[in-house]
T-cell receptor, first 114, second 113 residues
């Protein structure tokens, strides 16, 4: 079946602009996670959804970052007033319930803020 | 903050040799997972080992877990050029923490033909 998909694959924007990154999880997976990976480092947790609600948003760096998952499937990560330090690969993962099962990752969106 | 720390940070071996990398972590875990990443993009899940397991195998991969030392190792036997990638360990602290993963900085493995 289809894996986790993310769009766009690459996004270049200017400092101060607003961006939206989309994640389409594996069908039937209720848990959805966003991570951010800077060059040469491991991914860092941003936010986790169980169904439609954000169960843990402790990894969001500041209030410029926000994510939604209105119907419990597709999720959108929104970044306002982008800064150069936001440049990274944004990874989405899903799992069948948040029950200690493996997480399946999408290919990521590479965000570049000029 | 990164809980898992991989060692070494980089590894260069000849095709056919074995590659071993280690991961240390700080807090109690529900399970530990190893992932592979090519070219800085999507992560591929390799093995999940639960806290009550000590060793697990999958093809040419062998993972050990020592919860008393808070450490894990990944062994790739008979390496191939296609094994060239970055390898990450990730700890899952359990459902109370939403099963979110905490990753280490990774080990970059180069397998020379």
């Amino acid at each position: 079946g289809a894996g986790v998909s993310q769009t766009p694959s690459n996004k270049v924007t200017e400092k101060g602009k607003y961006v939206e990154l989309r994640c389409d999880p594996i069908s039937g997976h209720t848990a959805l996670y966003w991570y951010r990976q800077s060059l040469g480092q491991g991914p860092e947790f941003l936010i986790y959804f169980q169904g439609t609600g954000a169960a843990d948003d402790s990894g969001l760096p500041n209030d410029r970052f926000f994510a939604v998952r209105p119907e419990g499937s597709v999720s959108t990560l929104k970044i306002q007033r982008t800064e150069r330090g936001d440049s990274a690969v944004y990874l989405c993962a899903s799992s069948f319930q948040a029950s200690g099962n493996e997480q399946f990752f999408g290919p990521g969106t590479r965000l570049t803020v000029l | 903050s990164q809980q898992g720390e991989e060692d070494p940070q980089a590894l260069s071996i000849q095709e056919g040799e074995n590659a071993t990398m280690n991961c240390s972590y700080k807090t109690s875990i529900n399970n530990l997972q190893w992932y592979r990443q090519n070219s800085g993009r999507g992560l591929v899940h390799l093995i999940l080992i639960r806290s009550n397991e000590r060793e697990k195998h999958s093809g040419r991969l062998r993972v050990t877990l020592d919860t008393s030392k808070k450490s894990s190792s990944l062994l790739i036997t008979a390496s191939r050029a296609a094994d060239t990638a970055s390898y990450f360990c990730a700890t899952d602290a359990g459902s109370a923490a939403g099963n979110k993963l905490t990753f280490g900085g990774g080990t970059r493995v180069l397998v020379k033909p």
